[in-house]
């Protein structure tokens, strides 16, 4: 009996052991993170954020193709185009005033509701101020309408009015909406939205479709929107400029050797060097381009393309291009606005661009260059430090990184379109251009 359990109990640990031996026993990984256990199965969890727009829909613009897409293969240094009206409409005048004579008013030293007020004084109209109106004025209207006299008074206290027939009610406020309807032509719309971009006016709703532009105002901003359309409709050019900026990062440690660029090229490529306070702004020939530019530079560094795009003004006028809002990806200098004012002309008997260029930052100016340049020039701007960009007080870049910003500047000649056999938007170069300047 002995001997049996013996051997039963041998046979159990023998089954035993090869239970074990076979039998792989597997653990989860467990990882704990403040105290709290994230395995496959957990949910994550964020810590919340404040309501505000995502930087990719902030930077989301219909605009943004055709601004920053350069086509280098088919530029042309001169197109034409046919001059169209351009008009602007205000909104939110509400309904028609009553059919009222108005005879032998004056007024002095009242607000524009004082003066509306006893102007409307006798009739089932009254006046509304919906805003603060503290600017005094004084007048004399010999005769006119109702709607003409209120139009006046209104202008010439800086307010807008609004009439709704519903409850007789004129309606005062500092600021409008307007609408302008722009031409079809892409060149002069853009040259109208940098221009009001330059005047600093914002908050345009612009619908690509019907080709209008929408936005708010006082009377200032009214002037100086009125001024552009009237400055652009007698305009017998747009100027605009196509650029590549570029971050260069030199192969070895030693900065780049512009003075390369006079054998490489010739020195007759190279028309002039104008230096700014951070800089140098070279003016070049048409055989100095994008393509054979980033060729030299490959020679000695290598060239990452950090922003590309277009941006026009009217001929005198003052626009610039945010560096960011075509950049490839967020770099230290996406916050670098190019500004530039610029004109075609007689410069002491020769036709020239006669143009500014600013280079400027959220924490001010960085450098600027004045440069005439004939048609068919290009602009290489050279030597501003990286370093210029960044703000920690280490860095891994290169003491001798530059940013390289190669400007190619345009003319669209607005032309009339009654009087001129013209194709719109029809591209100038070779003889044809030169019978252009020529006439």
Not at 186 to 202: P, S, T
Not at 256 to 285: C, D, E, Q, T, Y
Not at 319 to 330: H, L, V, Y
Request: with cysteine; charged share 20%.
């Amino acid at each position: 009996m002995q001997k049996f359990l013996t051997g039963i109990m041998v046979a159990v640990l023998c089954a035993a052991c090869q239970n074990t031996n076979n039998t792989v026993q597997s653990y989860d990984t467990v990882t704990v993170v403040e105290n709290m256990v994230v395995d496959e199965r957990s949910v994550p969890i964020f810590p919340k954020k404040a309501a505000l727009t995502t930087d990719t829909a902030q930077r989301f613009s219909v605009e943004l193709p055709m601004r920053c897409t350069v086509d280098w293969d088919n530029q042309s240094v001169v197109s034409v185009v046919a001059a169209e009206k351009i008009e602007m409409v205000r909104l939110g005048v509400g309904d028609a005033l009553p059919d009222l004579a108005v005879d032998k008013y004056k007024f002095k030293d009242v607000t524009v509701a004082a003066a509306l007020n006893k102007l409307l004084d006798g009739t089932d109209v009254s006046v509304v101020a919906d805003e603060q109106l503290v600017e005094k004025i004084s007048g004399d209207v010999a005769s006119g309408t109702l709607s003409d006299t209120v139009e006046l008074i209104s202008k010439m206290g800086r307010a807008y009015y609004s009439y709704d027939a519903s409850v007789a009610e004129i309606h005062l406020k500092h600021r409008a909406k307007w609408m302008i309807k722009m031409p079809k032509d892409q060149a002069i719309i853009m040259a109208l939205l940098d221009a009001m971009h330059g005047a600093d006016v914002r908050n345009l709703l612009v619908n690509w479709s019907d080709k209008t532009v929408v936005f708010e105002g006082d009377w200032q901003t009214e002037r100086e929107v009125s001024r552009i359309i009237a400055d652009i409709a007698s305009k017998k050019y747009i100027l605009a400029w196509d650029m590549d900026v570029y971050r260069v990062y030199p192969k070895t440690d030693n900065p780049i050797v512009w003075m390369n660029l006079l054998p490489a090229f010739g020195k007759h490529n190279v028309k002039m060097s104008v230096p700014g306070v951070v800089g140098r702004a070279l003016v070049v020939g048409p055989e100095i381009n994008t393509k054979t530019l980033q060729e030299f530079l490959s020679t000695q560094s290598n060239v990452v393309l950090i922003s590309q795009g277009t941006f026009s003004i009217p001929n005198g006028w003052q626009s610039r291009f945010d560096i960011g809002q075509c950049s490839k990806e967020d770099r230290l200098e996406t916050d670098l606005v190019v500004g530039a004012t610029g004109r075609y002309g007689d410069y002491g008997g020769y036709q020239k661009i006669d143009a500014k260029i600013v280079l400027t930052t959220k924490y001010g100016e960085l450098t600027s260059f004045n440069i005439p340049s004939s048609v068919g020039d290009n602009y290489v701007i050279i030597g501003i430090p990286t370093h210029s960009f960044v703000t920690t007080p280490e860095t891994l870049i290169s003491p001798f990184a530059e940013l390289v910003v190669f400007m190619s500047p345009r003319i669209v000649s607005v032309v009339d379109a009654e009087t001129t056999d013209t194709t719109s938007n029809v591209g100038l170069s070779g003889a044809a251009l030169r019978e252009f300047l020529n006439n």
